[in-house]
């Protein structure tokens, strides 16, 4: 796979790109995917209760999706590297003053706001569009993979920070450490919008035109619409996970470590499950790779229901959902560039992540209120589960074109 890998990136430009794009996914889903190891302490030091927590992590979810087509649709017109630079200093700052800002209020602002937009401007509809108007047609599937595998690493490195931070440090300390991480990843920009643009306006068609004729096609396209939906679901699915894990864990009587280490194991999976769905989609439909990721995300919470609740188990489970955790990004972003085209390939993603992030708003959210009203989680797993099994359904109608061998 590496080898293969490798090759396909070999273009001039091609890696340099790539990794510069996965460096800063790293950095950004690094950080946004660690708040739910926050839940518990901002609300043991506090008086805001869980309900109001998840409420500004839901709204982050939200607003995480909305940040995206508006991100994308200024990338696409006025190139990514401004766009990036305010997004990283905006995930800095809400950072910074969440410590200071302790009511729900606050948090809806620093966290749900600053923290979600700022993230999801550095998030893969700007990193993914601007690598593939830079890098040639047989290497974008493959680095598809490999800026999702960055977002996974950051996952896999961030919780087990943030973790020790907070139990060193304190909550507050780490949110600081993270501001000053978020930082880090600015200088990456250059290396990323260093390569030139391929030319991807559609002959006879001037930018304006050709951004209303895709944007007017994708709204009535009934392919883009089952994907979305599809993606909607996944959005439930993450969300609720990420937030809500480390309070499943809690319940079951395991220690908060158990929970930053299943959530670093769910992003060392997906660092391998990224790296293989770039790969395939290369060699295979995307809408057939989607079904088999949603479909095994179903099968793997009926047995997480069926088995003891043990830190193995917890292990196991997040290593079978890790190889798909955001796997979905590159069949996903390979099926709306196959319909409409790379030119607003970041807007239209965008608008993909946006449908995905309202579907993350109600599992962050839906989440906390199932554990203020009943006191556990149960509800909402047989609800993932069945969502999980609908997202495998609605991807199969999709009309996608073969991939050319």
């Given at each position: 796979?590496?080898?293969?890998?490798?090759q396909s990136l070999?273009?001039?430009?091609?890696?340099?790109v790539?990794?510069a794009?996965a460096?800063?996914?790293?950095?950004?889903?690094?950080?946004r995917q660690s708040l739910g190891?926050f839940?518990?302490?901002?609300?043991?030091a506090?008086?805001?209760g869980?309900?109001a927590?998840s409420?500004?992590?839901a709204?982050?979810?939200?607003?995480?999706?909305?940040?995206?087509?508006?991100?994308?649709?200024l990338?696409?017109r006025y190139g990514?590297?401004?766009v990036?630079?305010?997004?990283?200093?905006?995930?800095?700052?809400g950072?910074a003053?969440a410590?200071?800002m302790?009511?729900?209020?606050?948090?809806?602002?620093?966290?749900?706001?600053?923290v979600a937009?700022?993230?999801?401007?550095?998030?893969?509809s700007?990193?993914i569009g601007?690598?593939?108007q830079?890098?040639?047609?047989e290497?974008r599937?493959p680095a598809?993979?490999?800026?999702?595998?960055?977002g996974?690493?950051?996952?896999?490195?961030?919780?087990?920070?943030?973790q020790?931070?907070?139990?060193?440090?304190?909550?507050?300390?780490?949110?600081?450490?993270m501001?000053?991480?978020?930082l880090?990843?600015?200088?990456?920009?250059n290396r990323?919008?260093?390569?030139?643009t391929?030319h991807?306006?559609?002959?006879n068609?001037?930018?304006?035109?050709?951004?209303?004729k895709t944007?007017?096609?994708?709204?009535g396209?009934?392919?883009y619409?089952?994907l979305?939906?599809g993606?909607?679901?996944?959005?439930?699915?993450?969300?609720f996970?990420?937030?809500h894990?480390p309070g499943?864990?809690s319940?079951?009587g395991?220690?908060?470590s158990v929970?930053?280490?299943?959530?670093?194991?769910i992003?060392?999976?997906?660092?391998?499950?990224?790296l293989y769905?770039g790969?395939?989609?290369?060699r295979?439909?995307?809408k057939?790779?989607l079904a088999?990721?949603?479909?095994?995300?179903?099968?793997l919470?009926?047995?997480y229901?069926l088995?003891p609740?043990t830190e193995?188990?917890?292990?196991?489970?997040?290593?079978g959902?890790?190889f798909t955790?955001?796997?979905?990004?590159?069949?996903?972003?390979?099926?709306?560039g196959?319909?409409?085209?790379?030119?607003y390939?970041?807007?239209?993603?965008?608008?993909?992540?946006?449908s995905?992030?309202?579907g993350?708003f109600?599992?962050?959210?839906?989440?906390?209120i199932?554990?203020?009203?009943?006191?556990n989680?149960?509800?909402?797993w047989y609800?993932d589960?069945?969502?999980a099994?609908?997202?495998?359904?609605?991807?199969?109608?999709?009309r996608?074109a073969q991939?050319?061998?």
């Open positions: 796979m590496f080898k293969s890998l490798r070999s273009a001039p430009h091609a890696m340099t790539t990794l794009a460096g800063i996914l790293m950095v950004t889903m690094g950080t190891l839940v518990s302490p901002i609300n043991s506090s008086e805001i869980i309900v927590i409420l500004a992590l709204i982050g979810q939200f607003t995480w999706g909305l940040a995206q087509p508006f991100a994308g649709l990338s696409d990514p590297g401004k990036l630079v305010f997004g990283l200093l905006l995930l800095a700052l950072s003053l410590p200071f302790l009511s729900g209020f606050g948090l809806i602002v620093s966290l749900g706001l600053f937009i700022g993230s999801g401007i550095g998030g893969f700007v990193l601007a690598t593939a830079r890098i040639p047609a290497a599937g598809s993979g490999v800026i999702n595998a960055g996974s690493l950051g996952q896999f490195i961030g919780a087990p920070i943030f020790g931070l907070i139990q060193t440090i304190g909550w507050a300390g780490s949110l600081w450490g501001a000053i991480i978020s880090s990843a600015l200088p990456l920009i990323l919008t260093g390569a030139k391929i991807t306006h559609p002959q068609l001037s930018p304006a035109d050709s951004f209303g944007i007017c096609g994708a709204a396209n009934p392919n619409f089952l979305n939906l993606f909607f679901t996944c959005g439930f699915h993450i969300a996970l990420v937030t894990l499943e864990v319940l079951c395991l220690p908060a929970a930053s280490g299943a959530l670093a194991i992003g060392l999976s997906n660092i391998f499950g990224s769905a790969q395939c989609v290369a295979y439909r995307s057939y790779i088999a990721m949603y479909g095994s995300r179903a099968l919470i009926l047995g229901l088995l609740k193995l188990t917890y292990y196991i489970f997040a290593a959902l890790g955790w955001l796997a979905t990004v590159p069949p996903t972003a390979a099926i709306v196959k319909l409409f085209g790379l030119r390939l970041a807007t239209l993603f965008g608008i993909s992540m946006l995905h992030q309202v993350a109600f599992g962050a959210y839906l989440g906390g199932a554990l203020a009203e009943f006191g989680l149960d509800a909402m609800a589960m069945a969502l099994g609908f997202a495998a359904l609605v991807n199969l109608p999709i996608e991939v050319k061998s």
